[in-house]
Each structure stands twice: as structure tokens, then as C-alpha cells.
């Protein structure tokens, strides 16, 4: 039994020396992106919530703040101390039967409390608690940027897998039509230009098709960064599993407009409102500056110099001292002080209302963005539905010998880069819905 109650007291104290830095995923609305059909987006969000390192500093901050509350209470509080002195004394025999030792000890025991009848100190308690619940929402807010930077790379990666996949068909076309060529040149139906323009088609397929894999591997580096993995430059397309961009979509609509509470709960707007109340305190903190502060001592202090044991009442000495100090002059510091806290009240009023502004643009332009995109989507489908008709002309050309087989595999190319821009228009909106997850605040 006793050994199971060390345990518990063990536990219990590690639980206050060491807390635990955890940001709270309801207000970050992680369920988001277990809407877009993927089996791997949802992991890769709460691995990076786990594991960015940068994203960890802002909780950890969160932390040092909270602390920083605890610290200035503890100003609220008297303190209590002892310190132990030795004491060399020398002094004059005036009474020959006065005995008094010339190596002393002495124990003070010391309380200070300075009393808080103007409520100065609780004042700046709550200031530093503001200062601790701003760090939450810059906590928030570094979570939230860093989950639409994820769903953005990820996202961006499946696009560059379907580009890829596509160019490499453009890229086996070209090389049809150069053995195609090569055969006419022997058959002299063809001059040395017309190969040579060939060769240069493939070679432009190539250096494309290389852009694209390097652009995917950089991607690929950089989200391993942002979910906090360790992996090999040379296997890492296989080291992060994921889906395909043909499946991925979004399963839930997309308001198309944000109400205003919405765009008021933002973490930078309840930042800056919170800093606007914590200037508010600072002045009146400033103002009770010029008001007397009140200080209570107590001292009870053991020593083996006069007669009797070392903890009895006489060898030992007590005193308690009350009063109020009041500064007569500071050189204006006072005043400076007060002033220069409404003047950051003022600045960060102003602050305040150009914050509200930009929420207000950021959540408007995202949904204009993201009406517009869709709009293009739409339209670049119409053309990839025409261009699939063409196909489908030259194919039926192709089989009547109407048509050869470098024409035909010109407009197979020509669809595939009709596809190829279709893909690009659904990434650019999905990304818009990252991008208005993040300026609503993770409310959608």
C-alpha cells in the first residue's frame, strides 16, 4: 500500500513539474480534412499536429506564458524566509556576572507582504493572463497556417502525380511519331528537317517531364518537413504513400458567403481584441503608480547570545513593521509611464479595427477566389468534353484512313494537355479551400 501511494505522489508531482504542451484539436477543426475522399490527408494532418516542430514552439510558448501567470501571482502572496548568520560579537564587561558568548548564532524568520488594498498587483496578474491568452490564439493560428500548408503540398503532390503520369504518355507519343519518322526518312518520303523537328518535340517532352519531377521531389522534401518525418532523398515518392487526384474531392459544400461572427472569432481578431483589454488594464495599472504602497514585515529572529534554550521566547526577538511609502519625487517617470500606456492603447485600438478590416478581405476574397476558380474548373471541363469529341472525330478518321498516325497522335497529345489543364484547375480549388479554412478560423 504504501509503495502504490509513493506512486500516486510521484505521478501527481509529474504531472506538475512537467506539463503536458497539446493543442486542443476541436479548435482547429481537424475533421475538415476527413471530407476530401483521401485515405491518407487526415493521417498526414494529425502527424504533422504531433510532430512540426515549428507549430510546437508556439504551444510550448503557450506554456511560458502560463507560467509567467503563476510567477506574478506569486506577487499577490506574502513571502516567508530564514536564513541562517553567524554572529562574531565583542563587547565591553560592564557587569563581571553578564555573561554574553562571543560566537553566536542567529535564526530569523522574515515575512513581507506588501497589501493589496488598491488591487495593483491583481491587476497585473490579469494583464500577464491576457498576455497568456493571446499566446493561445498565436498558437492556434500557427496550427491553422500549418494545416492548410499541408493539405496544400499534399494536394499540390497528387497534381504533379498526374502530370507526370500524363507527360510521360505525351512523352511515348513523341516517340512513336520519331520511329514513324525515321521510317519515312528511309523511305525518303520525309527530309532530315522534319526528323530533326521530331527529336526536338521529344526533347521538349523530356526537359518537361523532368521539371515535373523535380518540382514533385521538392514538394515531396518539403512536406516531410511540415508532418516532421526523416526520410531518404532517394526513396522518399515512396516513403509518403497517397492518393490520386482523379478521387480526390471534397464531400461538403462550401458556404458561399461566412457570417460575421465567424470571421469575428478568427484567432488574430481575438488576439488583437485581447490586447486591446490587456492596454486597458495596463493604464489602469499605470494610474495606481501614483498611489502609496502598503508593506507589512514581520521578523522573529532565535539566537544562543542571551540566557535560555535557542527556541525559547527569551532568546529570541519579534518584531512587526506597517506602514505605506509614497514616492515625493520620480523625475516624471510616473507620468511618462501613464502616457505611454494610453498611447499604445490608442495604437493598438487602431490595430484592432485594421484587423477586423483584413479578416473582412481575406474571408471575401477567398470566397471570390474560390467562385471564380470553380467557374474556370467548369469551363475547362467544357473544353476537355469538346476535345474528348475531336479525339474521338480522329479516331474514326484514323480507321477510314483519312487521317495518319502522327495526326491522330497529335490529337492525342493535344487532349492530354486539355487533361493536364483540367487537373491544374482542380488543384488551384481545392487549394482555395484550404486557404478559406484558415481565414474563417478553421470554421467550416
Not at 126 to 135: C, D
Not at 280 to 304: C, H, M, Q, S
Not at 425 to 437: E, G, Q, S
Request: net charge neutral; charged share 25%; aromatic share 10%.
Amino acid at each position: 500500500m504504501n509503495k502504490k501511494i509513493i506512486a500516486g505522489l510521484i505521478f501527481l508531482m509529474n504531472l506538475i513539474i512537467y506539463p503536458c504542451f497539446a493543442v486542443d484539436r476541436n479548435d482547429l477543426n481537424v475533421e475538415f480534412f476527413n471530407r476530401f475522399n483521401d485515405d491518407y490527408l487526415f493521417q498526414y494532418v494529425n502527424e504533422a499536429i504531433d510532430n512540426n516542430h515549428s507549430a510546437k514552439q508556439a504551444t510550448i510558448k503557450v506554456e511560458e506564458y502560463r507560467q509567467g501567470v503563476k510567477l506574478q501571482f506569486a506577487n499577490e502572496l506574502p513571502s516567508f524566509s530564514v536564513s541562517a548568520n553567524y554572529l562574531g560579537i565583542h563587547s565591553p564587561k560592564f557587569n563581571p556576572n553578564l555573561s554574553v558568548s562571543k560566537n553566536a548564532f542567529v535564526l530569523p524568520f522574515i515575512a513581507n507582504y506588501e497589501a493589496d488594498f488598491l488591487l495593483k498587483n491583481r491587476d497585473k496578474t490579469k494583464s500577464v493572463k491576457k498576455t497568456y491568452e493571446m499566446s493561445k490564439f498565436d498558437e492556434q493560428s500557427a496550427y491553422l497556417a500549418l494545416l492548410s500548408d499541408v493539405a496544400t503540398v499534399y494536394t499540390n503532390i497528387l497534381e504533379y502525380d498526374k502530370l507526370i503520369e500524363e507527360q510521360e504518355k505525351i512523352v511515348d507519343n513523341y516517340n512513336q511519331i520519331l520511329n514513324d519518322d525515321n521510317k519515312k526518312l528511309a523511305r525518303g518520303v520525309i527530309n532530315t528537317t522534319e526528323l530533326n523537328n521530331s527529336k526536338t518535340n521529344i526533347e521538349q517532352a523530356n526537359i518537361t517531364l523532368e521539371n515535373l519531377i523535380k518540382q514533385r521531389e521538392v514538394l515531396l522534401m518539403q512536406f516531410a518537413v511540415l508532418i516532421g518525418r526523416r526520410v531518404n532523398a532517394e526513396t522518399i515518392n515512396s516513403d509518403i504513400p497517397r492518393g490520386n487526384i482523379d478521387n480526390f474531392e471534397y464531400n461538403a459544400v462550401i458556404p458561399n458567403e461566412a457570417e460575421s461572427d465567424v470571421i469575428f472569432s478568427r484567432p488574430d481578431v481575438k488576439r488583437a481584441e485581447m490586447a486591446l483589454e490587456k492596454a486597458k488594464i495596463d493604464i489602469r495599472v499605470a494610474r495606481k503608480e501614483f498611489l502609496p504602497t502598503f508593506n507589512i514585515t514581520g521578523i522573529w529572529a532565535f539566537n544562543n547570545i542571551a540566557p535560555g534554550t535557542f527556541f525559547s521566547w527569551e532568546s529570541s526577538l519579534a518584531a512587526l513593521l506597517a506602514g505605506a511609502t509614497q514616492d515625493i519625487f520620480a523625475g516624471g517617470r510616473k507620468i511618462a509611464n501613464l502616457r505611454f500606456k494610453k498611447a499604445k492603447y490608442e495604437e493598438l485600438f487602431e490595430q484592432y479595427r485594421q484587423v477586423d478590416l483584413d479578416a473582412v478581405k481575406e474571408v471575401n476574397t477567398s470566397l471570390c477566389i474560390i467562385k471564380h476558380d470553380t467557374e474556370i474548373e467548369n469551363k475547362t471541363k467544357e473544353k476537355l468534353l469538346l476535345e474528348t469529341k475531336n479525339l474521338n472525330n480522329a479516331d474514326n478518321m484514323l480507321n477510314r484512313g483519312v487521317i495518319s498516325k502522327t495526326q491522330h497522335i497529335n490529337s492525342e497529345n493535344i487532349y492530354i494537355n486539355k487533361g493536364m489543364d483540367l487537373t491544374r484547375a482542380k488543384t488551384r480549388r481545392l487549394v482555395n479551400y484550404y486557404t478559406l479554412y484558415k481565414t474563417v478560423g478553421g470554421k467550416l
